[in-house]
């Protein structure tokens, strides 16, 4: 399967990821190379088989709903790019 | 002094022969004098000896830990609190990390002495450390190789003796391809054995920290601190930790090693091949017992791991918006242009690659034909693993397909650098442990062996390979001169 530099932009577009205009077609080269790679998969019969998303196969453990965390917000202010009063700021988005 | 042990390192200080403040400015003065391997990303001096008179004052109290005055130097994908953490990345440049990893936490409390943050691939996505931004490490046997990745950095920083021991990460080979690169000892321990907590996500379901160190028994001792139930780490397993020294002089005898017919098939390079038979005579030597195995759907774990891997990858980036912390573009013109031009100023290439690939593996009508079908073939994979390791103690077979490969060799073609995992990656996707140590030279340069265990057997497989450092002397050579 290949990907055209179409499919690239508008997957680029989904994950919100600026690429060069020359880089396009090279990646529409290297991500075409991956989906060859994956066509082996194809060729194994997996219809009973359950998929696997983690390694243990273990139920995620809960905790009791109490605070846990200290505020940590100057400290993770500090470190934003930009912030005014406690908040952090972006283009504006509401005209 | 670089080449002592963990454990002697710990007697002399004990024994006061030298301070820890002493044994810290002995080895920044070494990272200095190699500053050309560019295997640390930031240095931390002042904290560094801080840590060391710290330690002094605490061996002098007597109540100091193994691991007490001891410096270490810690993968830049580890959060260090009020030290930058990069991960390899421009994204990162400007990042001080607001906490400490719960692995950074552990060696605080045991009184290491941190060194400074070691440079890695880019967010730990690559295989020979060339897809940092920080530029590509040189491999101490061969400044013109790879030192592998993406734990680079730290395999090249202990094969060199630019610290006592490091961390690394393994998502897909990430510890033991380099350890073998740079003639190291690699242990990736089992999914859930270290916390994750503060250790910069790639791929969630397949990072796992383990110990790079210079021979099993220094693995066993960072190990024993890096290991153990965390609660802030959701993945991270509930069960004891043994003492993993314990076991380290068990008797070999009847140990029986299974060889996959698939890992020593084409594509191996022969001498690399023949390297790896003597290595297995010895521990015939040793009494064990080879018996011949076959894991027929390890071939499907390259497939897997590139869709698995890049999916899980795009989902964790997107944390990396341009609004709370990391890298921002210049004057951005609305959201999406912010959230756009952030991300793509921010990250490099190979990063790139992966977050498209994995968002296409994700979208609407691909979804089941490669993320499902990947997380089915991942169960297959897993079950040849269970079925060898019911009839065998112990797997082994090559870490990689051949030694180090020239800088720049492999960087235009992404698919011949995954390929390169082509033995690793399997064992990420079952979860399992595993080791690379050293086994001998291939034209001077160093070739690793993998071992391979059940869940949970860490204890084990340090056993295994530490009885074989006990009959050979390959993890003791160091590249010439780093002597």
Redesign the interface.
Known sequence: MSLTADDVNKIAHLARLGIDKQDVAAYANDLSGMLDLMTKMSEVNTDDIEPMAHPMDQAQRLRVDVVTELNHREEFQAIAPQVEAGLYLVPKVIE | MHNKTLAELNLGLQAKKFSSVELTQFFLNRIDKHIQLNAYITVTPELALAQAKAADQRLAKGTSDLLTGIPIAQKDIFCTHGVVTTCGSKMLA???A??NATVVEKFNQSGAVMLGKLNMDEFAMGSSNETSYYGAVKNPWDINTVPGGSSGGSAAAVSARLAACATGTDTGGSIRQPAALCGITGLKP???RVSRYGMIAYAS?LDQGGPMTRSAEDAAIMLQTMAGFD?KD??S?NLPVPDYRADLNKSLVGLKIGLPKEFFGEGLNEDVAKTLALAIDEYRKLGAEIVDISMP?L??A???Y??IAPAEC?ANL?RF????????CES??????????S???G?G?EV??R???G??AL?TGYYD??Y?????????I?EDFKTALASVDVIMGPVTPSTAFGIGEKMDD??AM?LSDIYTIAIN????PAMSIPAGFVAGMPVGLQLIGDYFSEDRLLNIAHQYQQVTDWHNFIPTGFE
């Open positions: 400007n990042f001080t607001p906490y089992t999914y859930g379901s609660e959701s993945t397993v759907n071939k499907l390259i497939p897997a590139y869709v795009s997107s918006d341009g609004v709370r912390y990391g890298y921002r951005p013109v609305d959201l999406t242009d912010l959230y756009t031009r991300r793509g100023e990250f290439k790139k690659r977050i498209l690939m968002t296409y979208s034909a490669y499902l079908k990947a997380q089915k073939i991942r169960r297959l897993s992404p698919i995954y996707l079952a979860g399992v």
